[in-house]
């Protein structure tokens, strides 16, 4: 007899019967777990699930809903206290008001500015001092800082303790610019 020897199979086909064999293959396991210990992994899961994830979604909820003020205060924003305001109403409404404030956060005080010469919030204006009493504030910003002050002054929009700040900055000498850059000129 004469046997002619069958050419192998092609690797893809050999990969397909193989997924074929598994998909019609009844012993698949849903879990990792049988018996007790998976009725302990589930309870586990299940208490977990109940206890500890209503305070992680309250705990999500209330980062989410605090982030505009946090984005009022770096900003300096002149109505980052109805801002917080605003965050803490949203947090009461089930977080409807929340888009107000965040849109809030990040919008220009333009009729501020027209109204009292300034977009930043008074906190700006101490802290920025400050830095200038310490002398960790650049002569350019000093300038910037004072000039600022005396268009609110002349304009009659300067507070009790936005005058104090304008009287320290009168007797701060800033830093020259050969400090800034290390003596080299």
């Known amino acids: 007899m004469n046997r002619?020897?069958?050419?192998?199979l092609p690797t893809?086909?050999?990969?397909?019967?193989?997924?074929?064999?598994?998909?019609?293959?009844?012993?698949?396991?849903?879990?990792?777990?049988?018996?007790?210990?998976?009725?302990a992994v589930a309870n586990g899961m299940a208490w977990?699930?109940?206890?500890?994830m209503p305070f992680v979604g309250i705990a999500i909820f209330w980062i989410v809903h605090v982030l505009p003020e946090k984005i009022a205060e770096k900003r300096h924003h002149p109505n980052k206290d109805a801002i917080h305001?605003?965050?803490l109403?949203?947090?009461?409404?089930?977080?409807?008001?929340?888009?107000?404030?965040?849109?809030?956060?990040?919008?220009?005080?333009?009729?501020?500015?027209?109204?009292?010469g300034t977009e930043k919030h008074e906190d700006y204006f101490v802290e920025q001092s400050e830095l200038a009493?310490?002398?960790?504030?650049?002569?350019e910003h000093v300038d910037q800082l004072?000039?600022?002050?005396?268009?609110?002054?002349?304009?009659?929009?300067?507070?009790?303790?936005?005058?104090?700040?304008?009287?320290?900055?009168?007797d701060v000498r800033p830093r020259s610019a050969a400090a800034d850059t290390g003596g080299a000129g």
């Open 12 to 39: 893809s086909v050999r990969v397909g019967a193989i997924l074929l064999a598994m998909l019609v293959m009844p012993s698949a396991h849903a879990s990792l777990f049988q018996g007790e210990t998976l009725d």
């Open 4 to 8: 002619r020897k069958v050419p192998p």
């Open 89 to 116: 109403l949203s947090l009461v409404f089930g977080g409807m008001l929340w888009p107000f404030a965040w849109l809030w956060a990040y919008t220009r005080p333009v009729v501020h500015k027209m109204a009292y």
């Open 133 to 139: 009493v310490s002398g960790k504030l650049a002569a």
């Open 146 to 170: 004072r000039a600022e002050l005396e268009s609110m002054k002349r304009s009659g929009n300067l507070t009790p303790e936005l005058k104090r700040v304008y009287e320290r900055l009168q």
């Open 48 to 52: 977990f699930i109940l206890v500890v």
């Open 85 to 87: 305001v605003l965050c």
